[in-house]
């Protein structure tokens, strides 16, 4: 989950895990998992988790007939959506 914080005047952006929910100190600690079988224009949400002490409940929660999630590393998922940001963002000033 996407929080902001407030410590000794300054803001700044903090992750904390969808598990136990705790702040996630670096990204290469997470993972994002979603259901397997994601139909052509469905949305999913996606659980975010630390690798280490989490990842077991997030699987259990998001486990559906399909199987078991995907899983994807946090710096993978936001290396895919800073790129797709950039692409959106083109396309809505080239139209
Ligand atoms: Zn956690």
């Known amino acids: 989950m996407l929080y902001m914080i407030n410590e000794a005047g300054r803001t700044r952006p903090v992750l904390r895990c969808g598990i136990c929910d705790k702040p996630i100190l670096s990204a290469s600690l997470a993972g994002v998992l979603f259901p397997r079988a994601i139909e052509e224009g469905q949305w999913v949400r996606v659980l975010l988790a630390h690798k280490v ?4 409940e997030a699987q259990g929660q998001l486990v559906n007939d399909a199987g078991l999630p995907h899983f ?6 936001l290396g895919h959506y800073m790129a797709g940001v950039h692409a959106a963002g083109h396309d809505a000033v080239d139209t």
């Open 53 to 56: 002490g989490c990842l077991d």
């Open 72 to 77: 994807m590393e946090l710096t993978e998922y």
